[in-house]
């Protein structure tokens, strides 16, 4: 069964941290791009990162540059995201998803989590 699980989102307050993981099952991530999005009620989900298979090239939505950091570790199957200095406008549901293509539109990604929520409020 092919499954993406997402975790490590919480409550934290303006300027903490977040490490959210992303765990795949069923398939090797080894072949596939990974992406986050994040998504808040009445809105469009967000490309917020992407990291590629092959080489490890990274990119970022121009909201998380320099707070937000994407790695994978693919002896686990799983891919981070590390966000510092975290806003009250981070706020949403995060969602990581694979696909074939590196970028950080969203529909081009194939398989998707069931989404971790983080909260930032103080």
């Known amino acids: 069964q092919v499954q993406l699980v997402e975790s490590g989102g919480g409550l934290v307050e303006p300027g903490g941290s977040l490490r959210l993981s992303c765990q795949a099952s069923?398939?090797?991530?080894?072949?596939?791009?990974v992406g986050w999005f994040r998504q808040v009620p009445g809105k469009e989900r967000e490309g917020v990162s992407c990291?590629?298979?092959?080489?490890?090239?990274?990119y970022y939505a121009d909201s998380v540059k320099g707070r937000f950091t994407i790695s994978r570790d693919n002896a686990k199957n799983t891919v981070f995201l590390q966000m510092n200095s975290l806003k009250p406008e981070d706020t949403a549901v995060y969602y990581c998803?694979?696909?074939?293509?590196?970028?950080?539109?969203?529909?081009?990604?194939?398989?998707w989590g069931q989404g971790t929520q983080v909260t930032v409020s103080s």
């Open positions: 998803a694979a696909g074939a293509i590196t970028t950080l539109q969203y529909h081009y990604f194939e398989y």
């Open positions: 990291i590629s298979s092959s080489d490890g090239r990274t």
């Open positions: 069923g398939f090797s991530l080894d072949y596939y791009a």
